[in-house]
Nanobody
């Protein structure tokens, strides 16, 4: 059981950067695999990045490879998504998600595999 709260979104010009944060409640954050997803109006929710519970395994959607960097600080119960060189196509509501994991290296890219979701933080990139 974990509660998630995203922050760090906002309005940014194309080419700019943002760091999104996902703060988790509780003391078992290190036992959850985490992911970032985004959803633009009229579109399906899509995978952005994922990180294993240990933080040693990560994966990214092709659309953000080289521009996005997912990380976590288990001591602070926080996950981050650093987004650089933002593009208008990155405009979306960004959600963090969590699922309890036994393996410290397992991660998922499918949204249906995650059990807990935050309410999202809006990222808007102007042209």
């Amino acid at each position: 059981q974990v509660q998630l709260v995203e922050s760090g979104g906002g309005l940014v010009q194309a080419g700019g950067s943002l760091r999104l944060s996902c703060a988790a409640s509780g003391r078992t954050f290190s036992m959850y695999a985490m992911g970032w997803f985004r959803q633009a109006p009229g579109k399906e929710r899509e995978f952005v990045a994922a990180i294993s519970s240990s933080g040693t395994t990560t994966t990214y959607a092709n659309s953000v490879k080289g521009r996005g960097s997912i990380s976590r600080d288990n001591a602070e119960n926080t996950m981050y998504l650093q987004m650089n060189n933002l593009k208008p196509e990155d405009t979306a509501m960004y959600y963090c998600a969590a699922r309890y994991m036994v393996s410290t290296t397992t991660l998922w890219v499918e949204d249906y595999r995650y059990s807990y979701w935050g309410q999202g933080t809006q990222v808007t990139v102007s042209s």
